[in-house]
């Protein structure tokens, strides 16, 4: 079955490292996008991309950056990891033309 | 970022109760979903809802479409405590932002 993974599904990092979270999806969807998930805020759009090297900043992209070099993955990289950084962050992804989209089981990251 | 106004924001109820909870927002949006999340898991989708007016079944799950396209219900008969979890809606707005806006999401919690 088509699907969407994330990894690691728990990462402990050190304050000032480069961390980078996989996603990857087997859909072929053009449509990928990164949340995080805190509490008292929901989800906030980090970055997303509509296809093979297309990038996009959302509303908390701020020490994230993403590259699409194919279709299937979008990585998720924190140039330097900082304490306001940890959280959950999910993957999700969506087709052309479609509105619904796919969620991955998520990532926790603490920055310690 | 804009957010859904969701509510409410935790309910705790008997198992057998039904559950109704809503999203209420300030623009016009052209779908409606619903998402459950389960505890250390990603949203799945549950309801998708395309047109004003629309209601949607999904089991004991029903959806509707407000009729002023900028809010959004869903109701859960006979609840169960599987039924656990976080429930998020979302809105894909009319336009170029082609992105989903989140609600704040509902706890609900179910006592045997």
């Known amino acids: 079955d088509a699907e969407i993974t994330q990894s690691p599904r728990h990462k402990i990092t050190e304050t000032g490292r480069q961390v980078t979270l996989a996603c990857h999806q087997t859909w072929n969807h053009n449509n990928m996008f990164w949340y995080r998930q805190d509490l008292g805020h929901g989800l906030r759009l980090i970055h997303y991309?509509?296809?093979?090297?297309?990038?996009n900043k959302g509303e908390v992209s701020d020490g994230y950056s993403v590259s699409r070099s194919n279709t299937e993955d979008l990585p998720l990289t924190l140039e330097s990891a900082a304490s306001s950084q940890t959280s959950v962050y999910f993957c999700a992804s969506r087709g052309q033309g479609e509105r619904e989209a796919f969620f991955g089981q998520g990532t926790r990251l603490t920055v310690v | 970022g804009q957010q859904l106004n969701q509510s409410p924001q935790s309910m705790f109820i008997q198992e057998g109760e039904d559950v109704s909870m809503n999203c209420t927002s300030s623009s016009i949006f052209n779908t409606w979903l619903w998402y459950k999340q389960d505890p250390g898991e990603g949203p799945v989708l549950l309801i998708a809802l395309y047109k004003a007016g629309e209601l949607t079944s999904n089991g004991r799950l029903t959806a509707q479409f407000g009729i002023t396209r900028k809010d959004s219900f869903l109701n859960i008969s006979a609840s169960i405590p599987s039924d656990v979890g976080i429930y998020f809606c979302?809105?894909?707005?009319?336009?170029?932002?082609?992105?989903?806006?989140f609600g704040t999401g509902t706890l609900l919690a179910v006592q045997p």
């Open positions: 991309s509509y296809g093979v090297q297309d990038t």
């Open positions: 979302a809105g894909h707005q009319y336009g170029a932002t082609n992105k989903l806006i």
